[in-house]
């Protein structure tokens, strides 16, 4: 699979990502509504933590706390692009 990274060129994710990777490409694009689908329903750690993220970058701060809590991260106090590069960098490494 192509790199993560240089798929965001691409016009549809990977079918082979992760919900938690394919929702942060959505949000990358841009729909924010699609990103929310994809991990709405997820119960792994990963997607609860992506969720965190999209709330957080929204501005939603109350939600994030919560799927924060939920994925076991702590709060993210490093700014919203520092977050989203180790969120890559963790699940990327986790697909071994």
């Known amino acids: 699979m192509a790199d993560f990274r240089a798929s ?6 990977d ?3 992760s919900p938690p990777l394919a ?5 990358k694009k841009g729909d924010w509504d699609q990103a929310h689908r994809i991990v709405q329903d997820e119960s792994d750690a ?3 933590w992506v969720h965190a993220h999209l709330h957080r970058v929204e501005g939603d701060l109350g939600n994030a706390g919560y799927w924060y809590r939920q994925a076991g991260q702590p709060v993210a106090k490093d700014t919203l692009e520092a977050e989203w ?3 890559v960098a963790t699940l990327l490494a986790q697909r071994g």
């Not at 965001?8 to 994710?13: E, G, N, Q, R, S």
């Not at 929702?23 to 949000?27: C, E, G, K, R």
């Open 23 to 27: 929702a942060l490409w959505w949000a």
């Open 46 to 48: 990963n997607s609860a």
């Open 85 to 87: 590069e180790r969120i």
């Open 15 to 17: 079918a082979a990502l």
């Open 8 to 13: 965001l060129a691409d016009t549809a994710p």
